[in-house]
C-alpha cells in the first residue's frame, strides 16, 4: 500500500462541494469513482479541506492509499482517463508518492484562496460561473484599507459561518491583497487555515466598502463586533478558487 | 434612425458561429432577438466577420440600426437584459452611436484573433471549451522560428478552407506572436483579414512545428506550395477567439 499525494483541479459549478454527498455529485465521489474504475478497490480520498458547493479549486491536494505496480505518471493518466470517462468537472494536475507520516490535511501547513469579481457594465460570458459580477465601479483603494485590518491575528467570528465547526474563531491572516487585473478584481488570499465561509464573508464586505456602503475604518469595528451580522453578505461561491494548500 | 456600433463577446461553444442559421443557435440570431424585445423591430445586425461553431468572441464587433430614443448605456442595459432572458451565450461590452457611412464589416481596417493552448498532462477543467489541449511538450522557440515565414504579404492557400471565399489567397499576416504564459501558449495573430480557417490552419501547422513532427524552415515550403494538403491539421475551434476589430 502507498500513500500518494494528488493536486486537483476541478469546477465546482455541478458539484455539491468537495465531499461525498447522498442527494448530488462532489469532487471527492468522482476521485473515488475513478480510482474505483481502475483498481477495483473502493478508497477514501481525504483532502485538505471541503470546499462549499460552487466553489472551485486550482490546487486542493488530497492522498489516497493504492495498492498499485502503476507509477505516478500512469496513475494520472489512469485518474484522468477515468475522470473523463465519467465526464467529471474533476483533473488530477499531479501525483507524487506521499512523504512519509503524509496527511492532506493534518499534514498542511497553510491554505491559499483567490477571489475574482468581474467588474464591468456587461455580464460574463466566457468566464460564466467562475467569477462574481458586479457593474458598477469600486473603488479598490479603499478596499485595500479595509482589508489591512482584516491581517493578522483576530477572532473572526464575524465573518464566520454558522455551520462552522472550527474549535476556536481565532485565526491568523497571513495576507489579503487586492488587484485590478483588466476587468477583474482578483483577491489573494493566505492563511494557515480559515473558518467556514471567512474567505467569501471578508470579500463580501469589503465590496460593501468597495462600493461606498461602509467606510474602510468600520471594517475594523465589524471585526471587533465578534458577530456575523455585523459584516456584510457572503459573496458568492463562484468566484471563490482554493489555490494552493502548502506544506 | 440611428446606426450603433456594438462591440460583443460570445462563447461559442454552444452556437453554429456568428450568422444566423435555421438548424440552431447563432449569435446573430440571439442578439436580433433581444433587439426585437425591446423596440419590437425586425432588424439585421451585420457583423465585421463570420465566426464558425465553437469559436468565441472576445471582440466582435457589430452594427444596427434602430429607431429609438434610448441611450447607449440604456441600450447596453436593455441587450444584455434581454440576452440573458434568452440564456443566450451572448453579452454587449459597449455600444456607441457609429460614425457617418461606418460598416461593420467593410470599414474595418483589422482584425485581430488569439489562440490559446493549453500544455499541460491534465485536461482542462476551469478551461474546458476554452483551449486546445494538448499534454505533449511543445518547442516554443522552434514555434517560433516556424511563424517567422507566415508574417506578410503571401498567397496563404495552404492554410485556406476548401470552403473560403474570398476573392484572392493572396492577404498580409501583420503579427504572429507565440508566448508562453503559465500552462498556456498563446497566440496573437493580427491582420487587415483572414481566410476561412486560416488562424486554425496555421496553428495546426505550427503545433506540427512545435512537436517536432516537421522543422520549422518546413513552414516556408508549405507556404509555398500553395496547396491546403501541404499544411498541418486545423485547430480546433474551441481555442479561437476573435479579439478584436480595428477601424
Redesign the interface.
Known amino acids: 500500500m502507498t500513500r500518494f499525494k494528488l493536486t486537483l ?3 465546482g459549478t455541478t458539484l455539491l462541494g468537495w465531499q461525498r454527498q447522498l442527494d448530488g455529485p462532489s469532487a471527492q465521489e468522482y476521485l473515488e469513482k475513478a480510482a474505483f474504475g481502475f483498481t477495483g478497490q473502493e478508497v477514501e480520498i481525504m483532502a485538505a479541506g471541503r470546499t462549499d458547493a460552487g466553489v ?1 479549486a ?1 490546487g486542493q491536494v488530497a492522498h489516497v492509499d493504492l495498492d498499485t505496480k502503476l507509477n505516478e ?1 500512469r496513475l ?2 489512469a485518474f ?1 482517463a477515468h475522470l ?1 470517462q465519467l465526464e467529471a ?6 501525483i507524487e508518492v506521499a512523504p512519509e507520516g503524509f496527511h492532506a490535511r493534518f499534514s498542511a501547513q497553510g491554505r491559499g484562496y483567490i477571489y475574482r469579481i468581474l467588474n ?7 468566464d ?1 460561473n ?1 467569477v462574481w459580477w458586479l457593474p458598477y465601479k469600486l473603488d479598490i483603494e479603499a478596499m485595500r484599507q479595509g482589508a489591512a485590518y482584516l491581517l493578522g491575528h483576530h477572532d473572526f467570528s464575524s465573518f464566520r459561518a454558522a455551520a462552522c465547526q472550527a474549535k476556536s474563531p481565532l485565526k491568523t491572516l497571513d495576507k489579503l491583497d487586492i488587484e485590478r487585473l483588466g476587468e477583474e478584481i482578483i483577491f489573494t488570499v493566505e492563511a494557515r487555515s480559515f473558518l467556514h465561509h471567512q474567505v467569501r464573508n471578508m470579500v463580501g464586505t469589503l465590496k460593501q466598502v468597495g462600493n461606498g456602503e461602509i467606510a474602510p475604518e468600520e471594517v475594523k469595528n465589524i471585526l471587533e463586533k465578534k458577530d456575523r451580522s455585523a459584516a456584510g453578505p457572503t459573496a458568492p461561491a463562484c468566484g471563490l478558487y482554493l489555490s494552493k494548500v502548502v506544506y
Chains 1, 2 share one sequence.
Open positions: 483541479e476541478y469546477d472551485h486550482l505518471y494520472l493518466q484522468n473523463r468537472p474533476v483533473a488530477v494536475l499531479k464591468r457594465a456587461a455580464p460574463p460570458i466566457i460564466k467562475r
